[in-house]
């Protein structure tokens, strides 16, 4: 069996693998990096669009931030529909300043495969049959298949990046690890299109009909969403059917300036609230999706994983660099108290945003009686834009 020697083996090729990766390469510390898709594969997933400063600033410290800085849109603020009235959050005001990067994960990931190729990082595509060893030994080793023959890597530490259905969550004795679940009983139907956005800055609506999101990845690519029951499939949706949806739970001088076009990428994602606890097991400290889910209300998902690696980064580095693994031991506890904030944050976005299929009258009024103190509090405003932009590391 052919084997390799590394310090980290990082099992999944998304955002928080290849982040960490390069983070790691860039200080000498090596990690191989094994993905059960192919690069393509990857790429084809549309799914965050809104960064936090501190994911920004993570990418231009990993060297990797030039054209997310040339071709992202810096945002100050987003707007909610809500009662017939286009209300707008001034992030920069509420926040001294902070702003939001307008830039897709695809772009995103696209520049973190760049990065790694540049620098000649190890990344295993096709990895099959991943299974995780010796988690509680002084070093740990990974095994897979690879075109049929069967891969061993040696390693310190193993971090699990693969996502909310990978393999090293499932790794943890189900008597260490505990979970915690909240299911929404509606989904998202997204839809991309090369149309000019609607409006230049994102619009979240709520409607009696449902939720609905105008989103963007450029002038020319436009992201939209709209709630939809459980039930529905995609195939159920035609896209004349999907913009006069759309339009329906939009201001009225929005959907008369909405320009439509085919969908080239429409797919449903279900929401829900999701955290498994502790994030670290052993050698094996779990990262981003596969440690938590978060309701894409709040644009959360991705830069939680960010923030994982901030944390896991400076944890790795000052046990390689400086022989104290304070970082690595307090890692999860860390991580977790940003996590939670992040989830009730999008959980609250969602409760606040979205019809729920068996609210009652009371449920609504509440809900309204949220938005107008919202609209009429600068302490309730500042709270929103603190978290939108992102609490600190
Ligand atoms: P990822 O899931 O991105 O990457 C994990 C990688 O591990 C994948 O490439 C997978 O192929 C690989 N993998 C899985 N199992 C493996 C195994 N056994 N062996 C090897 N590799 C394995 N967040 C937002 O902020 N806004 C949004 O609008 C938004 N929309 C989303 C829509 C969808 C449909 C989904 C699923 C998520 C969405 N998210 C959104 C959240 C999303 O952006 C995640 O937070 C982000 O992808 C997290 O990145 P990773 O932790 O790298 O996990
Ligand atoms: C997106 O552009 O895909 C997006 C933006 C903001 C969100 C969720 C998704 O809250």
Redesign the pocket.
């Known amino acids: 069996m052919p084997s390799h020697q590394t310090q980290v083996v990082i ?7 290849l982040l960490l990766s390069q983070l790691l390469h860039r200080k000498g510390i090596s990690s191989i990096v ?4 192919s690069r393509a594969h ?1 790429l084809g997933r549309i ?4 960064l936090e400063h501190g994911f920004v600033n993570l990418m231009r410290e990993a060297g990797c931030g030039a054209r997310m800085d040339r071709e992202g849109e810096i945002h100050g603020g987003f707007r909610i529909a809500h009662q017939g009235r286009l209300d707008r959050v001034d992030l920069a005001k509420h926040t001294g300043g902070e702003t939001v990067m307008v830039y897709g ?1 695809t772009e995103v990931t696209r520049d973190l495969y760049a990065a790694r190729d540049a620098m000649g990082g190890v990344i295993v595509h096709g ?1 099959q049959n ?1 299974q995780l060893q010796a988690l509680m030994g002084a070093r740990s080793y990974v095994t897979w298949d690879q075109d049929g023959e069967a891969q061993r890597a040696d390693c310190d530490f193993i971090v699990g ?3 909310f ?3 090293s969550r499932k790794s943890i004795p189900a008597d260490v690890l505990k979970e915690y679940e909240k299911v929404y009983p509606f989904g998202w139907l997204g839809v991309l299109s090369e149309t000019p956005p609607v409006s230049d800055e994102l619009i979240y609506a709520r409607h009696e009909r449902g939720f609905a999101l105008c989103s963007l990845r450029s002038r020319v690519l436009s992201r939209y969403y709209i709630q939809v029951p459980l039930t529905d499939r995609v195939e159920d949706w035609s896209d004349a059917a999907f913009w006069n949806e759309l339009k329906r739970r939009l201001p009225d001088e929005v959907a008369a300036s909405l320009q439509t076009g085919p969908s080239v990428e429409k ?1 449903i ?1 279900p929401l829900r609230s999701f955290v498994a606890e502790p994030m670290r097991y052993g050698n094996l400290f779990l ?4 440690a938590h889910i978060v309701p ?1 209300t709040g ?5 939680l ?1 960010a923030s994982d690696i901030h944390y896991l980064y400076h944890g790795l580095l000052d046990h390689y660099l400086r022989g104290d693994s304070a970082g690595l031991d307090g890692y999860s506890q860390k991580a977790l108290a940003r996590v939670w904030k992040a989830e009730r944050f999008s959980w609250w976005m969602t409760n606040l945003l979205h019809r729920a299929p068996d609210g009652t009258d009371t449920d609504l009024r509440l809900q309204r009686a949220e938005l107008d103190y919202l609209f009429s509090s600068e302490a309730a405003l500042s709270s929103l834009a603190e978290n939108y932009t992102g609490l600190p590391y």
């Open positions: 099992i999944g090729g998304g955002p928080s693998g094994l993905e059960k898709h990857v799914r965050a669009g809104v994960q990895a991943v990046a693969d996502g259905h990978g393999v797919s994602a990262a981003g999706d596969a894409p644009a959360k998902g991705l830069n994983a």
